[in-house]
Nanobody
């Protein structure tokens, strides 16, 4: 049902900001957590942040806490990831994702990427020194 399109990546200098968007096309998000993950070359996919579509409960990975902010725009069926104070180590492909809405209904914290079944195509974020 949910088709995810993520966007907003680009090249930015260290200390700069970037805003990523994840849009559900054609329908609203179900009652699940919408997650952001990233994967850098040679590294495992890493949990970045998540927000529950209904309750708005947010979670952040330790490495981005206090720098990134995840939010939702109900009117646009969009989840955003505002990234501030970017560091070169933030360089990665960022993807949004949703889990099975039946299996994980009501779950607000899903940091494991294998729990997600529906993924955006990914958007590249590059932070230069």
């Amino acid at each position: 049902q949910v088709k995810l399109v993520d966007s907003g990546g680009g090249l930015v200098q260290a200390g700069g900001s970037l805003r990523l968007s994840c849009t559900s096309t054609g329908s609203t998000f179900p009652n699940i957590a919408v997650g952001w993950f990233r994967q850098a070359p040679g590294k495992e996919r890493e949990f970045v942040a998540s927000i529950t579509w209904v309750g708005g409960t947010v979670h952040y990975g330790e490495s981005v806490k206090d720098r990134f902010t995840v939010a939702k725009d109900n009117a646009r069926n969009t989840v955003t990831l505002q990234m501030n104070s970017l560091k070169p180590e933030d360089t990665a492909v960022y993807s949004c994702a949703t889990p099975n809405p039946v299996r994980f209904a009501g779950r607000h914290y899903l940091p494991r990427y294998r729990d997600y079944e529906n993924w955006g195509q990914g958007t590249q974020v590059t932070v230069s020194s």
